[in-house]
């Protein structure tokens, strides 16, 4: 699979190493179901985003190749603590590990 950069990846000159994709998380919920408004305090990071970036295929010690799960592109969901938080002109992404997706929304 071809690794596709984004024009915005390029721009913040980061590419993620093996292993790794770049995910802009989507924005968290400002109000409950029932109506009510959510200080930012409140609110639960979302863990699902948008992959921005994908790095190389990973090798494992074994010596097998573990390829990207995701493209560009793709929307995610990764384990709720997983992946490392990055700011990058103002906007913030996590890293997340391959190991760490759980789903592509469809």
Same mark, same amino acid.
């Given at each position: ?11 913040m ?13 989507s ?17 639960e990071?979302?863990a699902?985003?948008t992959?921005?970036?994908? !790095?190389? =295929?990973? *090798?494992?010690?074994s $010596?097998?190749?573990? +390829? ?6 793709d929307?995610? &969901?990764y384990?709720?603590? !997983?992946? =490392?938080? *990055?700011?990058?002109? $103002?906007?913030e992404? +996590? ?8 789903? &592509?929304?469809?």
């Amino acid at each position: 699979m071809p690794k596709v950069k984004s024009k915005e990846t390029k721009k913040m000159n980061l590419r993620p190493l093996m292993g790794y994709i770049l995910v802009e998380p989507s924005a968290a919920d400002t109000r409950t179901a029932s109506g009510i408004i959510l200080p930012e305090s409140a609110q639960e990071k979302p863990a699902q985003g948008t992959v921005v970036a994908c !790095g190389e =295929d990973l *090798i494992l010690e074994s $010596g097998k190749v573990l +390829k990207c799960p995701v493209q560009v592109g793709d929307k995610v &969901v990764y384990k709720k603590w !997983g992946g =490392d938080e *990055i700011k990058i002109a $103002g906007i913030e992404y +996590k890293l997340v590990k391959f190991d760490d997706l759980m789903g &592509v929304l469809e």
